[in-house]
């Protein structure tokens, strides 16, 4: 592990670090300056020398790492990434519960919950540290960059542990609402149980027939809109990436506006007009730290608006 970082967090993002490698004392260093180790560390497209002569790489001190420093085995070198641009992603970020310990935020589509990839500024928790001033604010269960709705964050790493293992344990009671097709020969309630396995790399995840269930939906239809589509209550009892858009999909109902299923779109990062029509609604558990009951509910509601 890393020791304590010399730099402060920007943008609501915690310096980066790498590390030289260990070697044998008795053998000549592979790398005659920090500077060239660090030209043969980072891609060519990273402008390493310019970051050298801006001081932008320090040591545990706080130091500037030099171009000419002489290369140090097992030496922590700390640096800011540079940021590419990112469009703005719409909408009000709400907070409808903040205390000590957890912040719950009902965000809108399209804004991505973590800092990845693509979407670093425009993340649930870059922006929330720097509005509450809470550096180490991060969320205690996954929600879909195009999923709207309820996002519980934990304010410092002390209580992660403990409400991250009530989600671990299923006794977090999760509701969701989605906008879908209405079919007259589907028997409602139903509970769709199969085996869903999601690979690295690919957009979709897929139903693996005959493997054991690791997949658990209960389908409800709630009420009828007009245009053929009706709102569903839907509650998971396991939480498979894209569980209950493969859950929909696989009854002939694929809900309004999914961009993957049943066909993966190209759809531009900046076009923000069309949500897909599905709001994580309602959260509920027993506090683990202190036995009290916490219900959450989103103050949107189907069918999602494009925000402005």
């Given at each position: 592990?890393?020791?304590?970082?010399?730099?402060?967090?920007?943008?609501?993002?915690?310096?980066?670090?790498?590390?030289t490698p260990d070697r044998d004392p008795a053998q000549p260093a592979p790398w005659p300056t920090m500077g060239a180790w660090l030209r043969q560390r980072f891609p060519e497209h990273v402008d390493v020398a310019a970051m050298l002569a801006d001081g932008r790489f320090v040591d545990d001190d706080g130091r500037a790492v030099r171009d000419h420093d002489p290369y140090r085995p097992h030496r922590f070198v700390w640096f800011h990434r540079d940021l590419r641009d990112e469009p703005d992603v719409p909408g009000e970020l709400h907070v409808v519960h903040r205390d000590e310990r957890l912040v719950v935020v009902d965000k809108p589509p399209f804004l991505s919950s973590i800092p990845r990839g693509r979407h670093v500024r425009q993340s649930v928790v870059v922006r929330l540290r720097a509005a509450l001033d809470l550096p180490e604010l991060s969320p205690l269960h996954r929600l879909d960059r195009v999923t709207s709705g309820l996002l519980m964050l934990a304010t410092e790493r002390r209580w992660r542990g403990p409400y991250q293992s009530v989600f671990e344990r299923r006794e977090v009671s999760k509701t969701y609402w989605a906008l879908a097709p209405l079919r007259d020969d589907l028997a409602l309630p139903v509970v769709v149980r199969n085996h869903i396995r999601k690979e690295r790399g690919d957009w979709q995840a897929?139903?693996?027939?005959?493997?054991p269930v690791n997949a658990e939906t209960l389908v409800e239809l709630e009420s009828s809109v007009g245009d053929g589509l009706g709102v569903?209550?839907?509650?998971?009892?396991t939480g498979r990436t894209h569980q209950l858009r493969l859950h929909l999909l696989g009854l002939g109902i694929p809900i309004v506006d999914d961009p993957l299923y049943p066909v993966v779109c190209d759809v531009a990062v900046d076009d923000f007009a069309h949500p897909l029509q599905l709001l994580a609604g309602e959260l509920s558990f027993t506090d683990p730290l202190d036995g009290t009951p916490r219900h959450f509910r989103s103050t949107r509601h189907l069918p999602l608006r494009a925000e402005p």
């Open positions: 592990m890393p020791p304590r970082s010399p730099l402060p967090a920007r943008h609501g993002l915690a310096a980066a670090w790498v590390r897929r139903v693996v027939p005959d493997a569903y209550r839907l509650t998971p009892r």
